[in-house]
Nanobody, 126 residues
Framework: QVQLVESGGGSVQAGGSLKLSCVAS????????MGWYREAPGKERELVSRIVGGTTNYADSVKGRFTISRDNDKNTLYLQMNSLNEEATAVYYC?????????????????????WGRGTQVIVSS
C-alpha cells in the first residue's frame, strides 16, 4: 500500500525559506512522476512543481525560487522553497503517479492518476 507523508511545513516570514519532504513508502516506481501541489484558502489545488526522471517543471509563480528534487534511494521527494511570499501560504500536498505492474516485471506510470499525501501547512507572514 502506497503512503505519502509530508513534513517540513510551518510558519515563516516573507523572504524566508522552508524545505518540504515527502516520504513515499510502498512506492518503488522511480521512473514515475512525483510532484508538489498546493491549495490556498478559497482556491483550487494547483501544481507547484513536478519531477519525472531528470525532468522538472515549475509553476511560473515559483520559478527561480523553488527547487524540486528526489532521492530514490530514500524514497523521498523534496521541495526547497526560497524567497517565500505571502502568496505561498497554502497546504502543500505531495503526489505520486499511480503505476501498474506487469506480471513479467516492469511497470507503467499513469500521470493523470495519482496518490496523494495528507498535506503540510505553510504560512508566510509579512
Amino acid at each position: 500500500q502506497v503512503q505519502l507523508v509530508e513534513s517540513g511545513g510551518g510558519s515563516v516570514q516573507a523572504g524566508g525559506s522552508l524545505k518540504l519532504s515527502c516520504v513515499a513508502s510502498g512506492y518503488p516506481f522511480s521512473n514515475c512522476g512525483m510532484g508538489w501541489y498546493r491549495e490556498a484558502p478559497g482556491k483550487e489545488r494547483e501544481l507547484v512543481s513536478r519531477i519525472v526522471g531528470g525532468t522538472t517543471n515549475y509553476a511560473d509563480s515559483v520559478k527561480g525560487r523553488f527547487t524540486i528534487s528526489r532521492d530514490n534511494d530514500k524514497n523521498t521527494l523534496y521541495l526547497q522553497m526560497n524567497s517565500l511570499n505571502e502568496e505561498a501560504t497554502a497546504v502543500y500536498y505531495c503526489s505520486a503517479d499511480r503505476a501498474s505492474v506487469y506480471l513479467g516485471g516492469g511497470y507503467s506510470c499513469f500521470s493523470r492518476d495519482r496518490y496523494w499525501g495528507r498535506g503540510t501547512q505553510v504560512i508566510v507572514s509579512s
